[in-house]
Structure formats: C-alpha cells, structure tokens
C-alpha cells in the first residue's frame, strides 16, 4: 500500500515519473486502468448485492405495511445521514488511505446486512429495524463513495475520465438489470434471509479486490497544504472551493434541483407499478430500465462522452424530463417500462459528463473534502423528495384522481382514474418541471460555459498527474 506522503520502494524509475510540487520533489506512479478495473468489479459486484437486497426489502415493506409514506420513510433513512456527515467525511478521506477507507465502509455495510439477515432469521424483523440498518448504511456510503470517486482519479487517465465513468455506470445498470429481475426469483426460492445472505458475499468479494490492489496518494498542491491546519478548516474548504467558483457551484444546484425531482420518480415507481401489476412484472420493469442504464453505459464507455460535458449534462436531462412524462400517461407496465429503459439510458451520460467535468477541474488532493460537500448539496434535497412524495401522492394527489375524486372529470379523462393515477399525475408534473430547469440551466451563461471559464487542474500530458497551482 503507497501511503500519504511516502514513496514506494519497489517503483523502477521506468515505472514512476518525477514532478515538481511547491518547489517538492515527489514520485507517483503513472495511472492504471487495469487496477480500476479490478477496483470497479469489486464494486459492481457488491452493486448486485445490494440491490438484491433494495428490491427485496422494498416488496417486503410495502407488501407489509401497505402505506407510501412508510416505503417512502426506508428511502429517507437511506439517503440523509450520509448527507449530514459527507463535510467531515470528505477531510478525513483526504487525511486517511481512501483503499483503507473503501475496505472499511465495506466491512461495516457487509455487518449491517448479516444482522438484519439474524433478525429476519429470528422472525423478530421490524420496519425500524431496517430504518436503523439504512441509516448505519448511508453514514458508511459518506466514506465508500468519495473515497472510491478521488481514488479513480488517480488509477485512470485524465483521456479515459469520461469512460470510467462509463463502467462505473454500467456496474450501476447491471444492479438495475439483474437485481430486480433476479430478486423476484429469489424472494419466492430462497426468502428474505437468503437475499440477505448473498448480499454479504458481495460485500467479501468487494473487499477482496480491495486487498490485491494498491491506490496511489494524490500529490500534495498548494490547494492541499493550506488547510491543513484544522479539521473544521477542512470540512469547510470543499464549500469555499465550489463556491469560489461560481461554474461549479451553478452546477452543484442546477443537480440539487434535478435529484429532487427525480426524487419523487425513484422513490414513487415500486407503489405506482404495484398499483396495477404483481412484484414480478415490477421486476422485469425494473430490468427493462437497468438494461438501459446498460446500454447507455457501454455507449458512455466506449464514446467517452461528448467533447463539450455541459452539452451532455443539458441535452440528457431534458430527455429525462419527457421520460418521466410518458411514465404517468397511462396505467401500463408496457409504457413505464419504455419511459424506464430510456431514463436509464440516459444517466450514463449525464453523471459520466458531471463527473469528468469535476474530476478536471478540481485538484486530486482534495477531492475528497470537495466531492464530500459535493455530494451533501447535491443529494441533500432527495431525502426532501422523499419525505414529500410519499404524503403527497397517498393524501393529496390519489385522492384527487380515484374515482368521483375532483380531478377525475378533468385530468382523469386523459391519463385515467384509480389506484396509482395520483402517481401518475405527479410523475407528469415532475417531467414538466425538468424540463423548465433545464432551460434555465441552458440560459445561465456561467452554467453553460463552465467548462471555458474554469481551467483544468490536470493536464492533458502524459505526466498526469502532476498538478496545476493557481
């Protein structure tokens, strides 16, 4: 393992190549794409995993419960107390080895899994139990996540950003493909607790790969270096750093917006399919969608994306929009499995640009604190959506489109009356609205330009990853 600030021994000088830093001589070894690649097969592997898991404890909690807002609730304990400790998880991913960090957040979300696979065993599982479980689970992905995006960064050339991206998608659209469909298999054959149990061996296999490689340290800038006085200092520089760079922190909204919307589609689909069809045919939906997260991720990989990322962020969210549109139109697995394969396919190709374009324009040594608070902002409004979609759509909005409801006579005419059209009607005003926000977006120069007005920390030469200081 290359620690922080320490050279490896056993680097030929064929193998390392020297930078100056700060008047510093430093020697890092030059990017591998064969150790990522190990890297992300772990983590796609363990992907599989836990959306076995995902898939079955969703049925499991709205099959029990019956309630929205209760499904809603697991969905929230899931997202918010990863958000409310990224800041101070980012300064101590940039201070710890981020491969130590990966195989610890592993080890503790593999641990949360086993117990509530011994609770279910037991016959004693309960809906806070899994809240509990979700919240252990968010606060490790505060650590797994950041540690994993910095440490791609320094195993994949700068050219190659946009198609690591690609297969970090792609490991995401394989869980979307084959956990679903394979969950409603596994449920009937081998129950919750054998879910549970498969999970886990996801989580050791993760952090075998995790064992047989190594995962350079980012050469220290002047970035680095001038805060590092403090712990509050440094949970604080990833906002002073975004917010000094007003492209940046545009971006970080204009996602901030976008995850809220899409907030309510992802946490609203299981209720809105099983309103109208069995768990099964929301498994297949569900894997129609992932094959085209699948399918838009091998296109990411092998195209890298466009050459201008904000053409990509833009142009892909606006078809995002008219899909979640077509999803609320009628009562139809048929049609919300067509709105799922092309929403999918378009994720790829949003986050894949999003991320090339912060991991060049933010210097690899703090990239940690950075997408730390990156990720706090950009999230934090999901777990709104959520805690709003679920009341919403039971009390308001189902209401509004059940039979004789008030909107029945006008809004039902078109997109239909009963169990799931509420939802439906919501997933209409969502698509609308993303649409709208994107052409803000567009018509917001420092957005649309970001890429011209904010210079690039990381070269195009092949001495990456020697730094830029400014």
Known sequence: MIHP????????????????????????????????????????????????????????VYQRTGSITQFALIAVCSRLPGIAIAPVAGALIDRWDRRRTMIYSDIGAGLTVLCIALLYIAGRLEVWHIC??????????????????AATTMLVPKRHFGRAAGMVQTGEALGHIVSPALGGVLLAAISLHGIFLVDFATFLFAIATLFL??????????????????????????????????????????????????????????????????PVVLGTVLSVGGSGMLFGSIVMSAWGGPRRRMKGVLGFQLLSGFCFILAGLRASA????????????????????????????????????????????AWSSVPLSYMVAGPLAQYVFEPLLAQGGPLAGSVGRFIGTGPGRGIGFLFIIMGGLTLLLVAGGYFYPRLRLLEDEIVDTIPDAEGWPAPINK
Do not use: C
Request: aromatic residues 12%.
């Open 5 to 60: 600030g320490r050279r490896s021994e056993s680097l030929t000088k064929a193998q390392t190549m020297t930078v100056t830093v700060d008047q510093a001589t430093q020697q890092v070894a030059p990017p591998k794409m064969s150790v990522f690649t190990l890297v992300w097969l772990g983590q796609v592997v363990s992907l599989m995993g836990s959306g076995l898991t995902g898939f079955a404890l969703g049925v499991w």
């Open 132 to 149: 509990v479980a979700m919240t252990a689970n968010s606060a490790l992905s505060a650590f797994q996540w950041p540690a994993y995006s």
């Open 213 to 278: 490689v190594r995962i350079p340290a980012p050469l220290k800038t002047s970035h680095g270096e001038d805060v590092k006085k403090s712990l509050v200092n440094e949970v604080t520089y990833g906002m002073r750093y975004i917010t000094s760079r007003p492209g940046l922190l545009a971006l970080l909204i204009f996602f901030a917006a976008a995850n809220f919307l899409g907030g309510f589609i992802l946490v609203l689909t299981t209720p809105l399919v099983l309103s109208f069809a069995t």
């Open 334 to 377: 048929e049609l919300v499995a067509v709105a799922a394969f092309f929403f999918f396919f378009t994720l790829p190709f949003i986050s894949g640009s999003s991320q090339a374009i912060w991991q060049s324009k933010v210097s690899p040594d703090v990239q940690g604190r950075v997408f730390a608070v990156r990720r706090m902002i």
